[in-house]
Every structure is written in structure tokens, then in C-alpha cells.
């Protein structure tokens, strides 16, 4: 096979599921929240790589929608480090030029956690670089029907024919937005599946999956995932030989 020609560009938009804090922490005989606490290093190598990579988009999977049912005290500790997180790194990917947006249901988050989000989320508005959209209280099936129920009301109002709903409108009123379709989705941790996590914007992504638990991820697994997406053939449908011309 021509391997040359076939060569997929660097992936735009990547999306990652941040798994296996917990079995990390078990393996090291420690508990589960010393896991959560030593991702944040590997959220950092990450989001260091995709600026390094220009990458324009970068979708972390931190809290699901199913996660507020964990014991209260892991929930709580999660919170806390959001929080924390939030506050210490904002300045930092500001000066990067990063743009963060947390997508999600933040409704449920407490009042203290919902105003440092916006206060960050303003600040780094209108930053160019990488957009950096954090995924917490999020859930795949939640934006699909947020973004129904959204359309629904449009239509009631008057601003907007049923005929006019299309993908691309749809799209608009997802948490993605104006972001284009994830190309690559990792998972680390072993475990095969979404959880779900993006399932409208996951339609044609390419899946990567590693046993590497997440707070071992790096720079160099990130390089990994991305050379292996580079061998991919991506055919949205058509034949090989049609996209290899
Ligand atoms: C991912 O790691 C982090 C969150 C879901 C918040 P886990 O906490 O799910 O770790 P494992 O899968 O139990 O090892
Ligand atoms: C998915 O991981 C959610 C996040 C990484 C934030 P989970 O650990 O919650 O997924 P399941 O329960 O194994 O499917
Ligand atoms: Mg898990």
C-alpha cells in the first residue's frame, strides 16, 4: 500500500475520555481521589501538545452526567479539584491564547464553581488559539435533547420553520456549536465504549483506545494517538478507492 499518499493531516478536533484515575491510585495502593489529583498533570501535557500541534480543538470528558452517583465524598473531592484547577491554570492558557469553554449541564454546579467557569469563560472569549472545551456534568444524550428542546422553542417563537431544521442547524445548537466534528477520540484506561460522552459530534471520529491509565498519559501517548490516526484511511461512505483516488 502506498502509505505516503495515504496520510491523514493532524486531527483538527480531538476529544478524550480521561479514564482510570482510580485504578491508577489502586494499583499504587492509594485511593481513588489521589488518582483524580494526579490527572490534572496529564490534562496539562495534553493541552501543551495539541497547542504545540496546533490542533484547533481539544474536548476533555472530565465529569459525565452518570458520576454525580459515585460515592458523595469522590464527588465531592472532583468538585473541589475543579475548582481548584480552575483558578490556578485560567492566566496560564489565557497567555496561550487558549479559549475555554466548559460544556455540560453547569446548572447543578454550586454558585462559587459556576462563577469562576464564566469569569474564565469571558476572559479567554475571544482568544484564537486552541479552543479547550472541558466536558463536566455533560452527557451525550442530555445535548441532543437540550438541543431539541432548544430548536422546539425557536419554532414556537416563531424564529424558525420546522423545514428549516437541518444537521448543520442541529449542530448549532449543540454544545459544539461552531466546532467542527471530533476527528479523533481517545479513551484511555482499557475500557472500550462512549460512556456517554459526545454522540452526535463522534459520528465519524476515529477510535483510539489504550490500556494506559490516565494519569500516565503524556505527550508521548498523545504522539502516539495522533501517528496512528495518520494511518488511518477515513472514507465518510465511499470506497478506498474512491478516496484514494
Ligand atoms: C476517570 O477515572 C475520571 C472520572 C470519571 C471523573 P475513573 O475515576 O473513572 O477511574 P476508574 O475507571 O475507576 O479507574
Ligand atoms: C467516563 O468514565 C467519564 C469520564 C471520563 C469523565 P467512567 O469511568 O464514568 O465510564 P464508565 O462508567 O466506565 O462507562
Ligand atoms: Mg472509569
Known sequence: MDTESQLQPMPQHVAIIMDGN???????????????KAGVDAVRASVSFAI??????LTLFAFSSENWNRPAEEVGVLMELFTLVLSSEVKKLHKNNVKLRIIGDTSRFDAKLVEKINKAQDLTASNTGLTLNIAANYGGRWDIVNASRNLCQQVI???MRVEDINEQVFQQYTCAQDLAAVDLLIRTGGEQRISNF??????????????VFWPD???AEFSRAVTNFA??????GLTGEQ???
Not at 482510580?22 to 483524580?36: L, N, S, V
Not at 494511518?231 to 465518510?236: S, T
Open 22 to 36: 482510580g485504578r491508577w491510585a489502586k494499583q499504587k495502593g492509594k485511593i481513588r481521589t489521589f488518582g483524580h
Open 52 to 57: 504545540k500541534q496546533k490542533i484547533s480543538a
Open 157 to 159: 417563537d416563531g424564529n
Open 198 to 211: 459526545l454522540l452526535w459530534q463522534l459520528a465519524y471520529a476515529e477510535l483510539y483506545f489504550t490500556e
Open 217 to 219: 498519559f503524556n505527550e
Open 231 to 236: 494511518e488511518r484511511q477515513r472514507r465518510f
Open 243 to 245: 478516496v484514494s483516488g
